[in-house]
């Protein structure tokens, strides 16, 4: 990344909303979830976008530029959002798409068949349903959620036009149902199934996660056949920051994203966002990012409450920050923006235009 390179004066094309840190779900792995006990981290509230809100912040001539919007976050799940609904209408229109990110465990059918309605707007529009296993096991780790509630969920968004993709992790719990979920996808109208390869979670040093539930039982998260397990080499983990060839190329400059954390700061991505906010919490961090973050005051003069978009982009922070990839090589950033960094996933279509 040459150190002119930096967000100054970019129009922004995609935006990345985290609407909520509310969840119905308690998966051990989330950020959000105390692994002891299964219960959400004890600084968590109830912090939410509104619609009110995101208008103010992106105004019409803003909002006109965008192509894609995409709903997901560190800390919740967007349709735990009180507008949800109200903001997925907002931003989508024949020109901009909108993606949501779940574990579609909430809401009514009527909900899911009126979400379906208005992504319909858009082809590229989708949701991403994070179902990761069948009626007997998908709950194992998504937990606190109901199969039976999802799937009927999942139908009503289908039969109102929307366009759903179904997203598997491969655990050793539940990778002998690949086949038969994928074959649930085909018959469902999912138009897509995607194996998530869990290359964050496991290696051959790490083959096993204990947890505690809520009623205090110890269980155990294991990895899956090797199959399911990312290629070596390829793994995020895998980029070495004093390496030679570690150049970052920043994915959302490339792509002219933001990040909106549902407490309104603004950030270049999701994966330096959760770094930051702990750094606010008095916790540790070895991020790399949020050092420079906490110099410029940045929850203060990132805080969309505070000062407009514009004012952000035209900050010093932007610049500083390009020149921080070349002479600080920040480790987050090297782990998903270094040259090497290769997330794996293997997509298959069910649909002739699923993408
Ligand atoms: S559904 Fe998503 S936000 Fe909720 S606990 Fe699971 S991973 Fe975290
Ligand atoms: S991790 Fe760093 S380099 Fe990658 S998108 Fe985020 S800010 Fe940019």
């Not at 229109?93 to 208005?118: M, Y």
């Not at 009503?156 to 366009?163: D, N, R």
């Not at 805080?303 to 070349?326: D, I, Q």
């Not at 290769?342 to 993408?355: A, C, L, R, S």
């Amino acid at each position: 990344m040459k150190p002119t390179d930096t967000f100054y004066g970019v129009r922004i094309a995609r935006l990345h909303l985290e609407l909520t840190e509310k969840c119905n779900a308690a998966c051990p792995l989330c950020i959000r979830t105390n692994p002891d006990g299964l219960r959400p981290q004890s600084y968590l509230g109830t912090q939410e976008l509104r619609l009110d809100d995101l208008r103010a912040f992106l105004p019409v001539e803003l909002r006109r530029n965008l192509l894609e919007v995409h709903m997901c976050g560190s800390y919740g799940d967007p349709i735990m959002a009180k507008d949800c609904l109200a903001i997925a209408a907002l931003f989508c229109t024949p020109n901009c798409s909108v993606s949501l990110s779940t574990n579609g465990s909430a809401r009514s059918t009527r909900w899911w068949s009126e979400l379906g309605r208005i992504l319909a707007k858009n082809p590229k529009s989708r949701v991403d349903f994070h179902i990761d296993g069948l009626a007997d096991t998908n709950s194992f780790y998504r937990r606190n959620t109901s199969f039976a509630k999802i799937i009927k969920n999942a139908t009503a968004f289908i039969e109102a036009g929307g366009q759903a993709n179904w997203e598997f992790i491969p655990f050793k719990h539940n990778e002998h149902q690949i086949e038969q979920a994928r074959e649930l996808s085909r018959q469902l109208n999912f138009a897509r199934f995607t194996i998530k390869k869990s290359n964050w979670i496991f290696s051959e040093e790490r083959p096993k996660i204990a947890f505690t539930d809520r009623n205090g039982k110890t269980c155990y998260l294991e990895k899956p056949s090797s199959i399911y397990m990312p290629d070596k080499g390829k793994t995020r983990a895998s980029v070495i920051p004093d390496s030679d060839n570690q150049e970052i190329n920043c994915l959302a400059l490339f792509q002219n994203e933001l990040y909106i954390s549902c407490e309104s700061i603004v950030y270049p991505c999701c994966w330096v966002a959760r770094h930051a906010r702990n750094i606010y919490l008095g916790k540790d961090t070895k991020d790399g990012f949020s050092e420079l973050f906490q110099r410029y005051n940045g929850n203060e003069i990132f805080n969309l409450k505070r000062h407009s978009l514009e004012e952000m982009l035209h900050s010093h922070f932007f610049m500083a920050l390009s020149e921080w990839w070349s002479t600080n090589q920040p480790p987050i950033c090297f782990k998903k923006c270094g040259l090497k960094n290769q997330p794996e996933k293997i997509k298959t279509t069910n649909v002739t235009n699923g993408g």
